[in-house]
Nanobody, 117 residues
Framework: QVQLVESGGGLVPAGGSLRLSCVAS????????MVWHRQAPGKQRELVAT???????NYADSVQGRFTISRDNAKNTVYLQMNSLKPEDTAVYYC???????????WGQGTQVTVSS
């Protein structure tokens, strides 16, 4: 399995910004679609953003226009730029690697994002 380490979370006021990073192990990072999920207390994990191996992106309606996913294959890293943050964005954010419909990464500790109102 691909090992993943997320970082970049923190406490920010509403309207603020954060950039999350996720570094993946291995030498075939470029073949994976990369995803960001989040899980808020008492809620199910939800898909936030996807970037395919070819660079196409897709977002949940709740973050469209505010979040941007990107990747640097040379650094085995995927990013999530989060702008105009809202209190409802508060969650633990996780990244993962996908090949087709299959998740290929082990779910890590995630990184906590807390947005104060």
């Amino acid at each position: 399995q691909v090992q993943l380490v997320e970082s970049g979370g923190g406490l920010v006021p509403a309207g603020g910004s954060l950039r999350l990073s996720c570094v993946a192990s291995g030498s075939i990072f470029n073949i994976f679609d990369m995803v960001w999920h989040r899980q808020a207390p008492g809620k199910q994990r939800e898909l936030v953003a996807t970037i395919t191996s070819g660079g196409s992106t897709n977002y949940a309606d709740s973050v469209q226009g505010r979040f941007t996913i990107s990747r640097d294959n040379a650094k085995n890293t995927v990013y999530l730029q989060m702008n105009s943050l809202k209190p409802e964005d508060t969650a633990v954010y996780y990244c993962n690697a996908k090949l087709g419909l299959l998740y290929k990464g082990s779910w890590g500790q995630g990184t906590q994002v807390t947005v104060s109102s």
